[in-house]
């Protein structure tokens, strides 16, 4: 691991302002913040731990926990709550056995709740890595899962 | 001066006064969590909603982001206001355990007042509560996250104003969570104050954990006795046992807040192993027995040996109740002066730094605060008087420049240009500073020269030259410099060159900066009290060895904690006729005294102590003393043993008994003994008239009288340069005598380090935290080294802490030679 840091630090000034795109970069390596990471960040830019555990929990972008291969997030929005967005997720959910924020034991799915992906004509819509499902129906979830999951 | 208008009540404030902080002036509390006077707004809970009626604000806007302004008009109560107040502490509540019944905050709990002055009784909330993990912080404080109304409070405290990095605030939204990174002991040593500031229970005091209710307490405004600042607390006490420190505010010496030793010492007054009874050639006896028996021999060796062959022994932990009489006996009896200090240097240092303090020079630790410039020589704060360094961390807020001249690796919440010299280089830069700014100084060189003498200031390093024009052009351009001035590690001289230059910045700036750290408690009435040179304990040895001292009378004091040189001590004390012993711990000299009279803490009788600012402050008793009804009872409640005194309760204060000692056996009454204070010191009449919650500064007016200065010949620096200097130095804990025996402290304390500079380190082949062995004469000490850079080369600083046997080197030599200095083999 040190390897690695030191690698992504090394694009980076060792100073407080940096403090963001080096995580960012951490997550791009490791999928998530890993806690020794985060210190050694801390160390990195100068600021205390606390202060990294609260700038990363502060932004929804940065994961705490190891994400699985694929991400699935469901949109929760106002056009797909109105389309039964609320039924797509209660599907996948008993399908995956896993809450939103919550990946599979065998680190293939995590599943993520979204406001609004912008797709509201598609309604009710759902994200499976790059691929953008709409009009989902329920009963066809377990395919586009198998379909475009590795 | 803002005029407004409060609920139909005018008022006018300084420019600057929130609207809150002007309705509390008028006596009406806005209800608050985040507002703090200490801490400022954050406009965080929105509790402290009012109605602004007329002005440049209209509407519900929050008293604690709004300046009072001309023509306000506000109103607290306007129906509009208390709604929204009410729903602001109803959802403040939503997720609130309302585990009051098992929560230490409760009965003292700001979330549980402002609940009910909210005007929120039932909860209409049915959803799931959000929870939290807690995390072990340490000895001092538990935490409860579940309870916690996110004011920021904590935070604030802690990073903003006590400076300190650890804990801080984390996560979003209504997840807001207050903690560590990881769980672990809290890094700051004034981490206690969360208790008092959290408004409710997230943070609470673990030593005072399920003891009791705020109501069932016997709450005292107190005194704190753990260092010479003096800071103002609230004690409690219940069955007989005290169980709790509090900060209290205290205008001009701490502020709002304490530091963790002055909070968690308290332990020691509760020890079972206390000295309770008093005893007689190891067989338990009443006191008055004892005191019989002690007067008896004191008499005796008085008539045989001369009166000059008894000698006192106190210590600045003694009040001035005590150490008045003390002097007051030992004048009448023709004994020895009680002998305070440990050490003649320190003695000499301290009524040096006592007799150059006066009315126009002293600071006190609030006005330090607004202090521009600030130059400490000889002090470590953080370690040596705590509130100090938080007093100057808000100097450094309102970016004063500071700067510490010391030869320690000193570490502080605030940023300063540490310049590490060693402790002889000390008093000749100080020389040189004041040289070089009166130089400067032409047009007042004349009225400077009066007070100016001529110094013999040592060959400095060539380096340092820079670094001391820099200092003197900063003390030129600064408005309100003072300086700070330590009397443990430095030389005799230095408290007397530290005053010089404070004595010529009053002329140039006309305002108080001399601010001195004496090394304890009551120090201060220890000098004003001593006789003219006093004499220090290593005195009183040398006369026993001679056989000029056959009986000691131990007043309040160990000497085996502070006397360089145990085995040397112990032949002494065998040597003695009578060895009696008065005090409340149980030390080693109560151990093999002869006659042991115990006596009360400054908790179950009070006292006066003055601190280094020369400030008397006098407090009352919190319980009136016996032994705790825990341990009477055996852990059980309620006690099954009853009688018609209470257990341990004959013992009393230590002017007491000691007057009953010498014979006077009815001038023991508070009224008597505030004459004898007054006649002992005139300066201590005003005790008499003022009542115990004031204080008042006990200095000479006249600044212009020249100060009488004696030459002493200060200790040299090394020469040879294979050797290391030894500086003994005190810590935050485990040196500070009292502190020493609370469970709680000792639970919590580290390692002590031994720490010697990077390069003295490098030959010898140690690196940081290797255990070293140090071989002496006297014996050997094992202890692990702390090896910085940020320190004096050419010293060694070796904590006097009680894990670590430094009384075992023997002599303390000046000099430890390289080569006794070894890495050793354990690990």
Redesign the interface.
Known sequence: MKEQLDQIFSRHHGTRDALIPVLQDIQAEYGYLPPEAMEAAARFCRVAPVEVYGVSTFYAQFKFSPVGRNLVMVCQGTACHVMGGARVLEEVQSRLGIRPGQTTADGRFTLETVACIGACALAPAMVVNKDTFGRVKPEKIMEMLNGSGS | MPRLVIDDLQIEVPEGTKVIEAAERLGIMIPRFCYHKALGSAGACRMCAVKFIHGPFKGLQMSCMIDAQDGMVVSTTDEEAVAFRRQVIEWLMMNHPHDCPVCDEGGQCLLQDETVSGGHGLRRYPGRKRTYHDQYLGEFIAHEMNRCIHCYRCSRFYQDFAGY????????AN?VYF????DGPLESPFAGNLVDICPTGVYTDRSSRYKARRWDLQRVPFLCIHCSLGCSTVASARYREVVRIEARFNESVNGHFICDRGRFAYPYANLADRPRRARVDGEDASLAEAVRAASGRLDQISMNAGPDAVALVASDRCSLETLAVLKRISREKGWRHPAVFPRPDLEHKTRRAVSRLDRRLAVSMRELESADFILAVGIDPVHEAPMLALALRQAFREDAGIVVMDPRPVSAPFDFDHVAIAPAEIGGCLSRITEALSALQADSAAQGKETRRPEAAGPLRADLDSRIAGIVERLRGSRNPVIVCGTDIVRDSTPDRAADLARLLLQLKARPCLFFVLPGPNSFGAVLLAESPGRSFSDVVQDIEQGKVKALLVVESDPFKNFPDRERLERALDRLDLLAAMDYLPTSVVGRAHIVLPTCTVFECGGSFINQEGRVQRVEPVHEGGIPVHQVSGGGHPPRVFSHEVPGGEIEAAWRTALEVAGYTNARDNLSILKIMAEEHPGFARCRDIPTSRSFRVLPDAGDRPPVCEETGDRAAPEAADTLEVVLVDRFFGTEELSGYSPVIQNADSEPLVFLHVRDAEPLGIAHSDWISIALEGGGLEVRAGVSAQMAEGVLVIPRHRLLEWQKLGPVPAQIPFGRISRAGKE
Not at chain 2, 167 to 172: D, E, Y
Not at chain 2, 179 to 182: A, I, L, Q, V
């Open positions: 990095r650890d804990l801080g605030p984390m996560q979003i997840r903690g560590r990174f990881r």
